[in-house]
């Protein structure tokens, strides 16, 4: 086999795997994201809500912001959510913490909030019908994808390993024909 047929194979098969753990991550920022905006209806059980803002916290990776206004008979007050999610032993993802206001829930909310709202696709459908996202598609694909990840720097290298190929294999035609 020659070697030019190697890279491009050694090539490919770096870029499909740097696409796929990308997939993957992207994935899990969508899923954090969509949690966390579920879990607001059942921590701020009156009025309605209206998410003004979504974001990856600047100093980890893993915890979702969300700002947000409450609007009930008594006006509109505004809040901010934190959500921090991780990897659990036997591999799904799940809540470590919530932050409501700048105050952290107690553990046993936290569990209850996982185990019966989220885990109840029932409650986390009637939650919907008070939360109206007012967030531009943008910004929370944003929210998704957050910092960017070293495998999309291994990518980025991966596309320039490619481009460098094709153009040399291309130079290196030419040269045999002229």
Do not use: Q
């Amino acid at each position: 086999m020659r070697l030019s047929r190697l890279l491009k194979i050694v090539a490919a098969a770096a870029i499909g795997a740097v696409v796929a753990t990308e997939a993957w991550w992207l994935a899990n920022g969508y899923r954090d994201a969509r949690a966390c905006l579920n879990a607001l209806p059942a921590l701020e059980e009156n009025g309605d809500l209206v998410v003004d803002s979504l974001k990856r916290s600047g100093d980890v990776f893993d915890v979702v912001e969300i700002g947000y206004r409450r609007i009930d008979a008594a006006g509109t007050s505004s809040g901010r959510l934190r959500c921090a999610f991780g990897d659990g032993l036997n591999g799904p993802r799940h809540l470590l913490g919530v932050e409501l206001g700048g105050s952290p829930i107690g553990d046993a909310r936290l569990y209850f909030l996982e185990r019966f709202w989220l885990g109840d696709e029932a409650a986390v459908e009637s939650g919907k019908a008070r939360l109206r996202v007012e967030v531009p598609p943008l910004t929370f694909l944003a929210a998704m994808v957050g910092r960017p990840h070293p495998s999309l720097v291994g990518a980025l290298l991966c596309l320039l390993l490619a481009a460098a190929m094709l153009a040399a294999n291309r130079f290196a035609g030419r040269a045999r024909r002229g």
